[in-house]
């Protein structure tokens, strides 16, 4: 005769497996999204073509295999390699200081009450309006290349970084006081860990907008990388070519993104149990 713990743990084993199927079939429906909205894009670039020939869209065909031959010959890679050393450079200087002024700012009340204004002054100005006086200052090459990518991914992080630790979960900071958590442990401790669902977050935003950065760096400075590629095809009308480096950029500001929300789902899965636990 079954008993009540069986009955229970059963119906626990049933849900679960639902749940599991659920979720299998929610991924394969994405999947199949995808795959839908891809072909239609690629028909879409067809028929373009045929309608209005190559110099308006290029024939998908075209552009996959100009992208291998780009590829082959290491016109391609060597691009990408240039353009990663900026982006990789002007985000890492980015992360660093966003997060460590606005743990600052967030930390301390006063402080950012004080700064508040004129980061969202900072903020709210195009950053292509600092190009020509970045020029002046750093000239055209890897440096001010860096910088720019480092203005444009800076301000989503660091403000991110303060809301978090500003906005961080009273019940926890309360707690922690009530078992006698000094001020140094309490900010380390308690409200860092609690905004870090928040950092991330800065941190994905400011990671797409790197690239977008390093390309605008790349087109108005000493043309290289995927930019120099661009503006190259683009002077000469070579379409495919033009559209061959147009996807490598997609694929790597997703590739980036993609990877920075595993990220976040991962360091953010504590925050989750607390929650199904209270």
Same mark, same amino acid.
């Given at each position: 005769?079954?008993?009540? #713990?069986?009955?229970?743990? $059963?119906?626990? *084993?049933?849900?679960?497996?639902?749940?599991?199927?659920?979720?299998?079939?929610?991924?394969?429906?994405?999947?199949?999204?995808?795959?839908?909205?891809?072909?239609?894009?690629?028909?879409?670039?067809? *028929?373009?073509?045929?309608?209005?020939?190559? +110099? *308006?869209?290029?024939?998908?065909?075209?552009?996959?295999?100009?992208?291998?031959?780009?590829?082959?010959?290491?016109? =391609?890679?060597?691009?990408?390699?240039?353009?990663?050393?900026?982006?990789?450079? /002007?985000?890492?200087?980015?992360?660093?200081? /966003? =997060?460590?002024?606005?743990?600052?700012?967030?930390?301390?009340?006063?402080?950012?009450?004080? &700064?508040?204004?004129?980061?969202?002054?900072?903020?709210?100005?195009?950053?292509?309006?600092?190009?020509?006086?970045?020029?002046?200052?750093?000239?055209?090459?890897?440096?001010?290349?860096?910088?720019?990518?480092?203005?444009?991914?800076? &301000?989503?992080?660091?403000?991110?970084?303060?809301?978090?630790?500003?906005?961080?979960?009273?019940?926890?900071?309360?707690?922690?006081?009530? &078992?006698?958590?000094?001020?140094? %442990?309490?900010?380390?401790?308690?409200?860092?860990? #609690?905004? +870090?669902?928040?950092?991330?977050? /800065? +941190?994905?935003?400011?990671?797409?907008?790197?690239?977008? !950065?390093?390309?605008?760096?790349?087109?108005?400075?000493?043309?290289?990388?995927?930019?120099?590629?661009?503006?190259?095809?683009?002077?000469? &009308?070579?379409?495919?070519?033009?559209?061959? *480096?147009?996807?490598?950029?997609?694929?790597?500001?997703?590739?980036?993104? %993609?990877?920075? $929300?595993?990220?976040?789902?991962?360091? !953010?899965?504590? $925050?989750?149990?607390?929650?199904?636990?209270?």
């Amino acid at each position: 005769m079954e008993t009540t #713990d069986d009955s229970v743990a $059963r119906s626990i *084993v049933e849900s679960a497996a639902r749940a599991a199927r659920l979720r299998q079939r929610k991924r394969v429906l994405l999947w199949l999204s995808w795959i839908v909205i891809a072909l239609m894009l690629l028909v879409t670039m067809e *028929v373009i073509n045929r309608i209005a020939g190559k +110099l *308006v869209m290029p024939s998908p065909v075209e552009v996959v295999r100009r992208g291998i031959e780009m590829t082959g010959d290491g016109t =391609i890679p060597h691009a990408l390699g240039e353009s990663l050393t900026v982006l990789f450079l /002007g985000y890492a200087l980015a992360a660093v200081t /966003g =997060i460590g002024f606005g743990i600052l700012l967030g930390g301390i009340p006063f402080a950012g009450k004080v &700064f508040d204004p004129f980061v969202n002054a900072m903020n709210s100005t195009p950053g292509a309006a600092f190009i020509p006086l970045i020029i002046v200052w750093f000239g055209l090459y890897t440096e001010a290349k860096v910088v720019v990518v480092w203005n444009a991914a800076l &301000f989503p992080i660091l403000i991110n970084t303060a809301a978090g630790i500003a906005n961080a979960n009273r019940e926890l900071t309360e707690m922690a006081q009530s &078992f006698g958590a000094g001020k140094r %442990a309490l900010f380390w401790q308690v409200m860092v860990p #609690d905004a +870090l669902p928040s950092i991330l977050s /800065g +941190l994905r935003i400011g990671a797409a907008i790197s690239t977008v !950065g390093t390309v605008i760096a790349e087109l108005t400075m000493a043309q290289s990388g995927l930019g120099g590629l661009l503006v190259a095809a683009g002077n000469r &009308f070579q379409m495919d070519r033009y559209f061959a *480096v147009v996807i490598v950029l997609m694929a790597l500001g997703t590739l980036i993104t %993609a990877l920075l $929300r595993y990220a976040e789902r991962r360091l !953010g899965r504590w $925050r989750v149990s607390m929650a199904e636990g209270r």
